[in-house]
């Protein structure tokens, strides 16, 4: 392929995702106060994007998700995304390591009319995560944290869940780098861990999905087996 032709395609994805941005996941006035939360918070602009928000939403959908549990709020984008699938019964805890952030995502989820079925409980994945194990099992579990804490994410996943549930975790393909061999650093190492064992477990029916604006980082999304 010429230059020329890369390019033209390019910009070929480039206006197929914004159409379907525009179609499929257009973001209202909570969507965008979290992005301009975050901003105004200094926080890194590392939300999902609107198609990926929907997916969730679809997800959880397609489970039948009364309970959520999401690892890493950021600004509360996926959050939103999230607790707007629930029914208003429903229930989205959200997992959180930095009260700033935690604080930013209660906002977030308030403005988006949703703080009645959201809860975000402030701590250490390593304390909060076994406090769970008493409630009942979560229908969808949306790991974006810390990215060398997601095989024990994974583990604590599987604790959680129950048989048709579904697990999601993000930035599963980061350019390509945790699928090689030979990781870099110990977050690539421990993202590739993460995606060998969903693809090999027994328990779960798994993919990795290029979901991006460019192609190169995307979800890895299981379903839990009876
Ligand atoms: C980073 C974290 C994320 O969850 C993400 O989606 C993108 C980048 C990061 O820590 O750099
Ligand atoms: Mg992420």
Known sequence: ????????RAKDRAEIGQRLEA?????????KFAIQSAQEHDMPAIQISPLQGKLL??????????????IGALAGYSGIWLARALPADGKLISLEVSEKHAEVTR???????????????????????P???????????FIDADKPGYPVYLDWALKLTRPGSIIVADNC????APLRENPPDESTRALGEY????????RLLSIALPLDEDGLDGFAISVVRG
């Open 131 to 141: 406090a769970l194990e008493g409630e009942p099992p979560f229908d969808l579990v």
């Open 173 to 176: 393909i980061r350019g390509g």
């Open 195 to 202: 995606d060998r064992r969903v693809a090999s477990d027994p």
């Open 1 to 8: 392929m010429s230059d020329q032709e890369i390019l033209a």
């Open 23 to 31: 179609m499929f996941a257009p973001e209202d006035e909570a969507l």
């Open 57 to 70: 939403q679809l997800l959880a959908a397609a489970c039948g998700a009364r309970r959520i549990l999401e």
């Open 107 to 129: 906002a977030s989820l308030a403005k988006a009319g949703v703080a009645d079925r959201a809860e975000v409980r402030v701590g250490a994945g390593s304390e909060l995560l």
